[in-house]
């Protein structure tokens, strides 16, 4: 049978009873990038269940802060998935302790899971600022459990198309993950900055088309819900 020290060299690691705590923090590291991810997903899967057309005040509240929490879970995917380019994992300077290597500066699938966490903000806007409005006017219900008023069929079927894709993209980034960690489509022929580039335009597109579409949906809404509480103020 193989000693310990036999068995974790043909892992590539020291026979040490002493974890090294760079290992350690990578680790907790990579479980927080991991989890944030899952749990991102279940949030994302939770509002689109939660959506239909009578929403109560209740319910709007409620996806308001389901929305919360995920973009938290997403600045927390950025943040821990930026120490694992930078300085764990084949980070960018730390691979093989040089600073040459720039293992995933080269890999046009590093950029194409920016390119599908980038489409998935800008997806995301929509919701979140129509999700936002909702939650005011839920605010000044005393009733929370009334449908919202003026809730129109088409941004519900909206706000599904939005979420349903953001999900759709979702899938693309273990998948651009598990390549690029493999080294799969490593090329120095392409620029830097293209690929780059190639990441950021679509994105910036993403953006523009949800935070337009968002202010215009949220704006014939307040118009909406100011006649609708209107006419109800000034009923018998």
């Not at 020291?14 to 705590?21: E, L």
Request: with cysteine; glycine share 8%.
């Amino acid at each position: 049978m193989r000693s310990k020290s036999a068995r974790l060299s043909v892992l590539g690691l020291a026979a040490s009873d002493t974890p090294d705590p760079s290992s350690i923090t990578s680790a907790l590291v990579a479980f927080g990038h991991y989890g944030s991810f899952l749990g991102g997903f279940g949030l994302l899967t939770a509002e689109r269940l939660l959506l239909k057309e009578d929403l109560t005040a209740e319910e709007a509240t409620k996806l308001s802060f389901i929305d919360a929490a995920y973009g938290i879970v997403g600045l927390v995917i950025l943040g821990t998935g930026y120490l694992r380019a930078t300085h764990y994992a084949k980070g960018w300077c730390v691979a093989y302790n040089r600073c040459v290597l720039d293992f995933y500066a080269h890999s046009p699938f590093f950029y194409g899971k920016m390119l599908a966490l980038g489409v998935l903000a800008g997806l995301s806007l929509y919701p979140t600022i129509t999700f936002i409005k909702w939650a005011i006017t839920a605010a000044k219900l005393e009733d929370k459990s009334v449908p919202l008023p003026a809730l129109e069929e088409r941004v519900i079927k909206r706000l599904r198309f939005f979420t349903q894709h953001e999900i759709y993209v979702f899938f693309a980034i273990p998948f651009c993950a598990a390549m690029m960690a493999r080294g799969i489509g490593y090329t120095e022929s392409v620029p830097m900055w293209a690929m780059a580039l190639g990441a950021i335009l679509p994105t910036a597109g993403a953006c523009a088309y949800s935070v337009k579409a968002a202010l215009a949906d949220t704006a014939a809404w307040d118009e909406a819900v100011a006649k609708q509480l209107g006419q109800t103020e000034a009923g018998p």
